[in-house]
């Protein structure tokens, strides 16, 4: 079945610092993909995503490039802020015609120490 | 503004005793669902929604009964809860089914803790 692997967290870094992500992923038909970031207290919120292969989502400083040749959609952000502590959520939606819009990875929670 | 909103946000109840939680969206998205967030599992669908009177089950829909009768509102319903239904609790729209790269909206989520 179709499946979302992330990189298991937490991950704490320090202001500033470089941030990556792992997300990988098996499908049996060609999917889209997605970051998705929770906030605490908050529901899940749409951060980037990308629709095909060497396609590249970003947003708000973050970045992933759908490659196909890997499976893979790391997320990744230059300089990392002490809001963008959260969980953050990779995802696939197939369009292969089943209803199940979404898989969703485990989550990696993030923190930033200032 | 366009939002998902559910009731209620926090539940203690006892095994067994019935209940409901709510979800209403005002975007007149076609799709609708509802996830349980557990720790080290992510997001798992319970049931998903079609349309008004279109429903199905999604990963994990043991315990748990839906209903669509309006396009807005999707309730959850526990007939009889039990403590492994302890969790937190998400309902999520978009447009239409079919509309693959369009983004879920999400709730706020409800945390429900079943004694």
């Known amino acids: 079945g179709d499946s979302v692997t992330q990189m298991e967290g937490p991950v704490t870094l320090s202001e500033e610092a470089f941030l990556t992500i792992n997300c990988t992923y098996t499908a049996t038909g060609y999917p889209s993909l997605f970051w998705y970031v929770q906030y605490p207290g908050e529901g899940l919120q749409l951060l980037l995503k990308a629709t095909k292969a060497d396609d590249k989502g970003s947003n708000k400083g973050f970045e992933a490039t759908y490659r196909k040749e890997t499976t893979s959609f790391h997320l990744e952000k230059g300089s990392v802020q002490v809001s963008d502590s959260a969980v953050y959520f990779c995802a696939l939606s197939l369009s292969s015609g089943s209803a199940r819009q979404l898989t969703f990875g485990s989550g990696t929670q993030l923190t930033v120490l200032p | 503004e366009a939002q998902v909103t559910q009731n209620p946000r926090y539940l203690i109840t006892v095994t067994g005793k019935k209940l409901t939680v709510t979800c209403s969206q005002n975007m007149n998205h076609e799709y609708m669902s509802w996830y349980r967030q557990d720790p080290g599992l992510g997001l798992r669908q319970i049931y998903y929604?079609?349309?008004?009177?279109?429903?199905d089950k999604g990963d994990v829909p043991e315990g748990y009964k839906v209903s669509r009768k309006e396009k807005r509102n999707f309730p959850l319903i526990l007939e009889s809860p039990s403590p492994n239904q302890t969790s937190l609790y998400f309902c999520?729209?978009?447009?239409?089914?079919?509309?693959?790269?369009?983004?879920?909206?999400f709730g706020d989520g409800t945390r429900l803790s079943i004694l």
């Open positions: 999520a729209s978009s447009p239409r089914q079919g509309d693959w790269n369009q983004p879920q909206h």
């Open positions: 929604s079609m349309n008004v009177e279109v429903t």
